[in-house]
């Protein structure tokens, strides 16, 4: 059972930056994607970004060429970079890891992030 823990959301002003972490209990190298998903209340949990074991990544439309996923295996961490933050990116931000052996799938318990004035 992998546990993965969600760090670096907070308050914000349109237009500022933050970093999420992820940091799993294992290496991540056992992971075969590591996600970032948000949920806003009333809504569908959306997929914001993916970085696969190969280093390959994918975006959300809405949030392409603002934000940046990274992992650094040394650390067992993946990294959520987001800038030009806009107010409708404020929601719950939830890493979510599918393992390479039975597809297990894990989800932390999920990091506040808010951008407002």
């Not at 993965?4 to 970093?19: D, I, K, M, N, T």
């Not at 994918?58 to 990274?70: L, P, Q």
């Not at 961490?77 to 979510?96: G, R």
């Amino acid at each position: 059972q992998v546990q993965l823990v969600e760090s670096g959301g907070g308050l914000v002003q349109p237009g500022g930056s933050l970093r999420l972490s992820c940091t799993a209990s294992e290496s991540i190298s056992s992971l075969y994607s590591v996600a970032w998903y948000r949920q806003v209340p009333g809504q569908q949990r959306e997929l914001v970004a993916s970085i696969r074991n190969s280093g390959a990544t994918n975006y959300a439309d809405s949030v392409k060429d603002r934000f940046t996923i990274s992992g650094d295996h040394a650390k067992n961490t993946v990294y959520l970079q987001m800038n030009s933050l806009k107010i409708e990116d404020t929601a719950v931000y939830y890493c979510y890891g599918i393992s390479w052996v039975g597809s297990n799938e894990f989800w932390g318990q999920g990091t506040q992030v808010t951008v407002s004035l």
